[in-house]
T-cell receptor, first 114, second 116 residues
Framework: AQSVTQPDARVTVSEGASLQLRCKYSYFGTPYLFWYVQYPRQGLQLLLK??????VVQGVNGFEAEFSKSNSSFHLRKASVHWSDWAVYFCAVKPGTGGYKVVFGSGTRLLVSP | VTLLEQNPRWRLVPRGQAVNLRCILK??????MSWYQQDLQKQLQWLFT????????VKSLPGADYLATRVTDTELRLQVANMSQGRTLYCTC?????????????FGEGTRLSVL
């Protein structure tokens, strides 16, 4: 069975600084990986998705993530954080060979300081 | 563009009473419909995925019992019973899990349930 670990429950970044949110996954086969964002009192929005191919994937609002099979990681990055990025970010994994159950990490709350 | 319409958006549920949730799919490109729960600590957990009209499944988790039904190609329902703690239920849709690269579940706005 697949699993996801987001080791940082909370990350604080200054506005304009760069950001990395960490995600480690566990799955023996080929994973499909996703990052979602949840703004206060809203549902989850898909930021970006990885399917086998280029390990660096681009998402919305300047976010990107890099897949590493050797490290079992899928870290999220952004070059310059904006105050509107204040939200909870979830990493998720799905089996690449069929199956429909998606497993989510526990989320990382991003706080942006002025 | 709204892919999913969930109702109600919020419900106060007296302890011991069941509540029925509804989700309507607006785009047939994503026919695999699922329910996820998010607890008060924001943990997300998959509950069900139902593809065909007539499909039904039941599940008991800490804090609530669930019955999911795929009513039509565009309608998914969820009955929540014996709820002891508040939670939010999200309906999602995705493309065929065996094909293509649109397999990320896309979320509705959710139904927030609180216990009275």
């Amino acid at each position: 069975a697949q699993s996801v670990t987001q080791p940082d429950a909370r990350v604080t970044v200054s506005e304009g600084a760069s950001l990395q949110l960490r995600c480690k996954y566990s799955y023996f086969g080929t994973p499909y990986l996703f990052w979602y964002v949840q703004y206060p009192r809203q549902g989850l929005q898909l930021l970006l998705k990885y399917y086998p191919g280029d390990p660096v994937v681009q998402g919305v609002n300047g976010f990107e993530a890099e897949f590493s099979k050797s490290n079992s990681s899928f870290h999220l990055r952004k070059a310059s954080v904006h105050w509107s990025d204040w939200a909870v970010y979830f990493c998720a994994v799905k089996p690449g060979t069929g199956g429909y159950k998606v497993v989510f990490g526990s989320g990382t709350r991003l706080l942006v300081s002025p | 563009v709204t892919l999913l319409e969930q109702n109600p958006r919020w419900r106060l549920v007296p302890r011991g009473q069941a509540v029925n949730l509804r989700c309507i799919l607006k785009n047939s490109q994503y026919p695999w419909m699922s329910w996820y729960q998010q607890d008060l600590q924001k943990q997300l957990q998959w509950l069900f995925t139902l593809r065909s009209p007539g499909d039904k499944e039941v599940k008991s988790l800490p804090g609530a019992d669930y019955l999911a039904t795929r009513v039509t190609d565009t309608e998914l329902r969820l009955q929540v019973a014996n709820m002891s703690q508040g939670r939010t239920l999200y309906c999602t849709c995705s493309a065929d899990p065996g094909q293509g690269n649109n397999q990320a579940p896309l979320f509705g706005e959710g139904t927030r349930l609180s216990v009275l």
